[in-house]
């Protein structure tokens, strides 16, 4: 009988810890010179094919880099991507608290895949199961309760030929580091049923430490308004823009 309480007791715990559970997927467009409309960056960084190198992956300040150095974020060992554009995946456990963060490095020549993607995950369609190499796993992709986007802004320079309405009403948020990301992904992020929570109003440099601040903030469930303050913080310490105009510079909401 104590035996059988205890397993009971077990299993009410574990269920408790699944449910205390959040994930964040974040898609990262690899930055390209020669298949992306932005202005030219050094060969070495600006190469969308190879992740290790690239701005918004490898290098100093790209995802990968960034969060691997951070003090908050511990790096745990999954199973790759078996989508060829995918280039790389990387997943790390929050330190301190049951929050996952997946992050998708897709060749920069796939940068409307990563779009569509976005838009997708969104929506609440296509979960995707991220299998660890100790053999454990989660839902994200569909099933994230935050779903973000690292990269140029593509819809300067496409357009969608889908769209992707809500498929449940899960609540799902969005982070979109992109340029002019709030006029130019307002009309199909309205469709899914995600809510803004940090977006764009102009030019910026979409690297890592912004999506940290942001991300730091949301898994203290902090207020829409104070993660963007952080996010505001952190671009001016790096970016020495003035404190104003980065406030200006990001948003929240419609």
């Known amino acids: 009988m104590r035996m059988r309480l ?3 007791l077990f299993l009410l715990l574990a269920t408790t810890v699944s449910a205390r ?3 964040a997927h974040v898609l990262v467009a690899l930055c390209d010179n020669q298949y992306q409309g932005i202005v030219k960056v050094p060969a070495g960084i600006g190469n969308g094919q190879k ?29 790759k991507s078996t989508t060829t554009h995918i280039l790389e995946r990387a997943v790390w456990k929050h330190r301190d608290s049951a929050v996952y963060l997946v992050a998708d490095a897709y060749d920069g020549r796939n940068i409307r895949e990563a779009t569509e993607d976005l838009f997708r ?13 100790d053999g454990a796993s989660f839902k994200a992709g569909g099933a994230a309760d ?3 986007y690292v990269g140029h802004d593509g819809l300067m320079d496409f357009a969608l030929d889908n769209e992707f309405p809500a498929t449940n009403t899960n609540a799902r948020e969005t982070i979109i580091l ?16 995600a809510s803004p929570l940090l977006w764009t109003t102009g030019l910026m440099a ?22 963007r303050e952080r996010a505001a913080v952190a671009y ?6 003035g404190i104003n105009g980065a406030r200006r510079l990001f948003a929240t909401g419609w």
């Not at 609440?124 to 660890?132: C, K």
């Open 121 to 133: 995950y969104a929506s609440g369609a296509m979960p995707l199961r991220i299998e660890l190499q």
């Open 178 to 193: 992109a340029c002019i990301s709030k006029r130019f992904f307002t009309p199909p992020l309205r469709k899914t049923g």
């Open 21 to 23: 559970t959040r994930v």
């Open 206 to 227: 979409p690297e890592a430490y912004t999506l940290k601040a942001a991300l730091n903030g949301w898994v203290a469930h902090e207020t829409n308004e104070a993660i």
């Open 51 to 79: 992740p290790g190198t690239n701005l918004y992956w490898g290098a100093g300040y790209g995802v990968r880099t960034h969060f691997d150095r951070s003090a908050e974020w511990i790096r745990v060992p999954c199973v």
């Open 146 to 148: 935050l779903v973000g």
């Open 236 to 241: 001016n310490t790096y970016q020495k823009c």
């Open 6 to 8: 205890v397993y009971l």
